[in-house]
């Protein structure tokens, strides 16, 4: 899955027919990251937009590093090394929300919203419902409805890409053991059923759409018992979309090859409008 066309260049008038390439990765810390190979994987992908999840850094500092993007946009959790999402772009937005402005949304900077020409971009990082699942309650009755508030919201204006680690394994395919994960965080049937609904609102998985029958397509994978070199992973990283924005995709990708992070990236391009 890890071959990919060559990508639209901002600078360059005479590729401006060439689709918008946005990836998204959770970096499970930004620093890391760094230190495995994250400045290889931007130049050698070359995404016009990149959204990272568990950037565990502050706003601030998080700007201080250097990236080759021009236009930086990030939300920091309250809580010191923990969470938080960024966008890089190399267009800039023509409006960027912080958070959800709703009481679900407790200061871990899980969303942030980009306005581009045409549609908006919905970085999220979902709360794990943890171990023991003390999170899903608040996970299923909080945060969930008001996620789906959140980008319903934005849909009445404009069409939804809404992309990042939305911690849930949907399907059983999308899972390398689901009869042994059945009441684990990620795969529990309430949390399924939450990301149905969201799908339901009218959002469109698109690399499940354009790939139905595709298995063995992970996303994270344990640090524990080898289990990346095995391919025991979970498919819980998305890009979704607004139904009329279908036309305008013209590929997706799992980038399972590349390290650095217990999260491979995931891509989609756009046609521009």
Not at 177 to 195: H, I, K, L, V, Y
Not at 258 to 271: K, Q
Request: proline content about 5%; charged content about 25%.
């Amino acid at each position: 899955m890890d071959s990919i066309d060559s990508g639209y260049h901002l600078n360059a008038p005479e590729n401006m027919n060439k689709p918008l390439r946005i990836i998204s990765w959770n970096v499970n810390g930004i620093r890391a990251c760094l230190k495995k190979g994250f400045e290889d994987f931007v130049r050698e992908y070359d995404p016009d937009i990149l959204c990272l999840q568990e950037i565990k850094a502050d706003a601030a500092e998080f700007a201080k590093l250097e990236f080759p993007f021009p236009y930086i946009y990030a939300n920091s959790a309250e809580k010191k090394g923990y969470s938080g999402t960024a966008v890089l772009s190399k267009i800039p937005a023509e409006e960027c929300v912080l958070g959800m402005q709703d009481p679900a949304d407790t200061g871990e900077g899980r969303v942030i919203s980009c306005k581009f020409p045409g549609f908006v971009l919905v970085n999220v990082y979902t709360p794990n419902s943890q171990d023991g699942l003390r999170r899903l309650s608040y996970r299923q009755q909080e945060w969930d409805p008001a996620f789906r508030r959140h980008l319903s919201a934005w849909d009445a204006k404009i069409p939804i890409v809404s992309c990042g680690d939305f911690n849930v394994a949907h399907q059983e395919i999308d899972i390398a053991r689901p009869d042994a994960n059945r009441r684990s965080a990620g795969f529990t049937d309430e949390e399924r059923e939450e990301f149905g609904k969201l799908l339901d609102t009218g959002f469109v998985d698109t690399f499940r759409h354009f790939n139905p029958d595709a298995r063995d397509q992970y996303t994270w994978w344990s640090y524990r018992a080898g289990a990346r070199q095995r391919n025991i992973g979970w498919r819980i990283d998305y890009f979704l979309a607004s139904q009329r924005l279908l036309p305008m995709i013209k590929q997706t990708a799992i980038f399972q090859s590349v390290e650095g992070s217990d999260h491979c990236p995931v891509m989609i391009e756009l046609a521009h409008q």
